[in-house]
DNA sequence: CATTATAACTTGTATATACAAGATAGTAAA
DNA sequence: TTTACTATCTTGTATATACAAGTTATAATG
């Protein structure tokens, strides 16, 4: 019970999602909301940008704020969520299988892209993620030791990001991702059924704690014809 | 000479892409800030929550507000950015070649992209884009004639957002984003140099003005090897 | 020496006020 | 009727104040 304009944001999305709001319409003028939610209007706009920021209402000046359509059960989504978050989105066909765990030193190239000692320990972990019995993902992912202490193939089976968020209480925050296409490599080849397909789609992120400490760098590669990225982009200003 | 907060948002987007403050180091407090521009404090922290958004800098409670390594430099950049706009970055060996140039009325499949009656105009046009001398990315446009009365190759040739935001005034705003990958078509294999691949990468755009009002769909379509997608993306709360 | 409390910093949230600027509807004047 | 103005909506920007909450260094205490 607690940060008034976030509990309003959830408020007006939730709405906006369950369909309280229909896409094209206008929602309430910030002096109504005021009224509604008993609060000032700076605290009213906090939300609304940030509804506005990803993707729920456009804001027209001396207009009004139109409601977008905002769904929500495309593939990967933008932003940060993981694999299980996805899949709960999408239903419950889906497995994960660990098929690596260990504890390693940083080779040169991982050095450099977790920022991490020629002697820090690292995890890395190989899944693969089934869909519809379908191996479609393979995901290599590496943790700094010193942030994630204690890792279980329980752990890993499930998700890593709600054990990091929940059991540990530290707060993933920001990630830079980026996207391309390359050629399978004998590992995608043995994980994957790539049934024939020469490419494959590989999304790394570098993904970051709340104080701005990188903690963990991750590879996923897809089977091309499975992967969808969905984004919202906001054109900037100057 | 307007706006306080961007032009404050500006300037140190620009120090930290110049290299005037350091990845890793601290900007100066809120309260120094305020000084340096002779503003309120609200002022100063909507430019930085702009430059936290953009993925400039991450504020920690208690401590500051830290400087991240935002290179601009890479391929196709988050956001809204037109080729021409990318060309420009990435330097003089880009040309453009108009294949296409139509008024024409949509299908039924453009009618349900672009929201538009089976009866209205639209232009159609077909690029193709060349990186030093390989045809390497083919883009084809669908605006609405009743927000872009006049195109002429002379304008394709160049930045059409150019033209649209700065000879005819409207603002463009956002964008919905998919990218996906595919077979290619036979267009696919006359206009571009595939070389061999056989998955091309399609990036379908759904581009809105500032009121919100849908005016361009656009699928950009990437011989594999060339494309590169960069993201910053911000965990979002609840 | 080690621990604890305190003070002084930092950013985060909430409120109130004032005016600017875009949109719209109604009214008055030509 | 048409035009122009005005009043009144809307959101945008800028400022000031108060307190909450996280961090850090210092001083006091055992």
């Known amino acids: ?48 940008s940030q509804l506005a920021q990803n993707g729920f209402i456009q804001k027209v000046q001396g207009k009004g704020s139109i409601v977008l359509d905002a769904r929500k059960f495309d593939f990967p989504v933008s932003g940060l969520v993981s694999f299980t978050e996805l899949a709960d989105m999408l239903g419950g066909n889906a497995v994960t299988e660990v098929e690596k765990l260990a504890l390693i030193h940083p080779d040169s190239s991982l050095q450099g892209a977790l920022q991490a000692a020629p002697d820090s320990f690292i995890w890395e972990v190989h899944r693969i993620r089934e869909i519809d019995g379908e191996r479609i993902i393979f995901d290599k992912d590496f943790f700094k030791k010193m942030y994630v202490d204690n890792l279980t ?83 900037t200003k100057a």
């Open 1 to 48: 019970m607690q940060n008034k304009y976030l509990q309003i944001y959830k408020e007006i999305a939730d709405q906006i999602q369950g369909g309280g709001f229909e896409p094209g319409s206008k929602l309430p003028s910030e002096h109504d909301l005021v009224e509604r939610f008993q609060t000032s209007r700076e605290t009213i706009r906090k939300a609304l």
């Open 153 to 235: 193939e329980e752990i890993c089976r499930g998700s890593i990001y709600d054990y990091i968020e929940n059991e540990l209480g530290m707060a993933i925050s920001f990630a830079r991702k980026e996207i391309t296409v390359e050629a399978p490599t004998e590992e995608d080849r043995n994980y994957l059924d790539l049934e024939g397909y020469e490419t494959v789609v590989v999304v790394k992120n570098f993904v970051y704690f709340d104080d701005a400490s990188l903690f963990q760098y991750t590879e996923s590669r897809h089977r091309p014809d499975k992967f969808k990225f969905v984004d919202f982009a906001r054109r």
